[in-house]
């Protein structure tokens, strides 16, 4: 089978700080990778590369099967790649279908808003994936937290990427909203979609991930499938207390 | 309970502007047996058509989160190339064209100190309002450009249909900003930037062009509310409108534009544009002495704008 998305060798540095080195990654179709570790490790800066915010100083990208750069947002957007930011990158002032289609709003004649249409598809896209709002035209301001991750969420998917990278996406919520959140990524993944998911939260990680990458000092620590792994050794590669390991049959050759 | 009823709505803004207008209104009709009149009405709306053009530009800008301090040296400017061109026996309509062409330069200039060398726009605003109206002095030696009476003239004193041409133009860049504002995709991207200009980038807005976009028109506007001082004057003076950009912004933020942007409609600025002249023309009415005006226009800023942040809950902290 063919990853989605092939990492080799990226580098990335912020003057003298080398935020990542030589990282070699594969993600796969319906595949949920978590991408662990301590704060600084890189994680960010990788998925801030891989939706085309930054861009890589060395290495290349092998997208299902064809050599692609990702050089800015749109291009990022453009070849199936839909990022779900840690601080939801919604606009407080704008109502819920303006900030879902936000980039990409349906147009008629080219310079006009298609307004209706953009209202109707919100209203389906929330249905469809079940996520409860009391209007898409109440300003995102008045949402509580979980209804705001679903928005993002909600844009993501919109976007109709094939890798979805959701960057701490239960980090400001409750249990109950956590656990949409969850249902929300099985739901994807189903789809065939691969989700990269960035979290602090440990608990339940190997449940809901089928592969784990976990970043230190800029470097790709560790890489396992989750079915193999322990919490404890989570935690060991994530503190360095466990050497690096990149298992063989996780998938990376 | 009663605070998340109000925060969310916008149109209460709108409310309260009308009511304040209203009020206004009605104190003035009885003040003064003159004010209510068709007479007085078309003298209120040739007053404010000037300001209010300015007041366009400067609320697109202000939505998307900046702020142009330099709209009244750029309208100077305009109607001084104006003016010059025209004695030189340049056709007129060419010296308007080069004229709004001339404030667009302004404009770029502006938006390239902006958004490209990304210095706050007080300070940079600040700095083209002085050198804008510095250039003005400049180029004119300091001395007004007379051009007198001629066909340029209908700008800022003709009347057609009634109405003074001036108002005229001034309601229709309006109305055709309203339609820009709510229906383009452009006019929302501006307040999407307003609201966070992060997430727009973030989505691949070209969030710099649009951030350009909006002082290039901004001083355009102002180009062409100088053309009609200009023409009102029949004459172009280094000094026109000096100081007027502070009431320009009084009148914006009285319209529910919030300094921070994302917030605030046209429609909202014209009612503040309306009120601020509403209450000039009373008080000369009234016979209030001019330096008193000040003082009011002062004290019903800070009012409408207090009663406004304390309604969305929030204000300056």
Redo the contacts between chains.
């Keep these: 089978m063919q990853p989605i998305i092939s990492m080799r060798n990226v580098s990335k540095a912020f003057g003298h700080v080398q935020a990542l080195v030589d990282i070699d990654l594969d993600i796969y179709h319906g595949e949920v990778l978590g991408l662990l570790g301590d704060n600084g490790a890189g994680k960010s800066t990788l998925i801030k590369i891989l939706s085309g915010v930054y861009s890589a100083d060395e290495g290349e990208f092998i997208y299902e099967g064809k050599p692609a750069k990702i050089e800015n947002p749109n291009g990022a957007q453009a070849l199936g790649i839909a990022t779900v930011y840690q601080d939801l990158s919604l606009v407080d002032t704008r109502p819920v279908a303006h900030n879902i289609f936000l980039g990409r709003e349906p147009r008629k004649w080219g310079l006009i808003l298609d307004r209706r249409r953009m209202e109707h598809d919100a209203k389906d896209l929330l249905e469809q994936l079940n996520i409860n709002l009391p209007s898409v035209t109440v300003d995102v301001e008045v949402l509580s937290g979980g209804q705001r991750q679903a928005v993002a969420v909600s844009r993501a998917i919109a976007q109709g990427g094939d890798l979805l990278l959701l960057d701490e996406p239960t980090a400001a919520l409750g249990v109950e909203q956590t656990e949409q959140v969850h249902q929300l990524m099985e739901d994807m993944k189903a789809r065939g979609t691969a989700i990269i998911l960035i979290t602090h939260d440990l608990s339940g990680i190997l449940d809901i991930t089928d592969k784990i990458a976990v970043l230190r000092q800029g470097r790709l620590w560790a890489y396992a499938k989750s079915s193999s792994t322990t919490q404890n050794q989570i935690i060991g590669w994530i503190t360095g207390a466990l050497p690096s390991q990149i298992q063989e049959e996780s998938g990376l050759t | 309970m009663i605070k998340s009823f109000f925060?969310?709505q916008d149109n209460w803004t709108i409310i309260g502007l009308l009511v304040t207008l209203f009020v206004m209104v009605v104190l003035f009709s009885v003040l003064s047996p003159y004010f209510l009149s068709t007479r007085n009405a078309l003298n209120i709306g040739q007053a404010i058509s000037i300001r209010g053009l300015m007041a366009i530009g400067l609320t697109i800008v202000m939505i998307s989160g900046g702020l142009d301090l330099s709209i009244a040296a750029a309208a100077a400017v305009s109607g001084m190339i104006a003016a010059s061109l025209i004695n030189a026996e340049v056709h007129g309509t060419t010296a308007g064209l080069a004229a709004l062409l001339g404030a667009a330069v302004l404009g770029s200039i502006n938006s390239f100190v902006i958004v490209k060398l990304r210095i706050n726009p007080i300070i940079a605003t600040l700095g083209t309002l002085l050198l804008f109206r510095g250039l003005a002095f400049v180029v004119s030696g300091g001395d007004n450009v007379v051009i007198g009476v001629n066909t340029w003239s209908i700008l800022g004193r003709g009347f057609y249909m009634g109405l003074p041409v001036s108002l005229i133009v001034y309601l229709v860049v309006l109305v055709l900003g309203m339609i820009f504002m709510r229906?383009?995709?452009?006019?929302?991207y501006v307040?999407?930037i307003?609201?966070?200009t992060?997430?727009?980038?973030?989505?691949?807005?070209h969030v710099d062009r649009v951030r350009s976009g909006t002082y290039i028109f901004s001083a355009m506007i102002a180009g062409l509310a100088g053309l009609a001082i200009m023409s009102q004057a029949g004459t172009a003076m280094p000094s026109a409108m000096n100081g007027a950009e502070l009431d320009i912004i009084a009148a914006v933020l009285l319209g529910g534009i919030a300094l921070t942007g994302?917030?605030g409609t046209l429609f909202g600025t014209f009612l503040g544009t309306l009120i601020i002249g509403v209450i000039n023309n009373g008080l000369i009415l009234t016979g209030v002495p001019v330096y008193w005006q000040m003082v009011v226009r002062g004290l019903i800023l800070i009012a409408a704008v207090a009663l406004d942040s304390f309604r969305r809950g929030g204000g300056y902290r």
Aim: aromatic share 8%; hydrophobic share 35%; glycine share 22%.
């Design positions: 925060r969310k229906f383009t995709i452009l006019g929302n307040y999407a307003g609201g966070n992060v997430a727009c980038r973030n989505v691949g807005i994302g917030r």
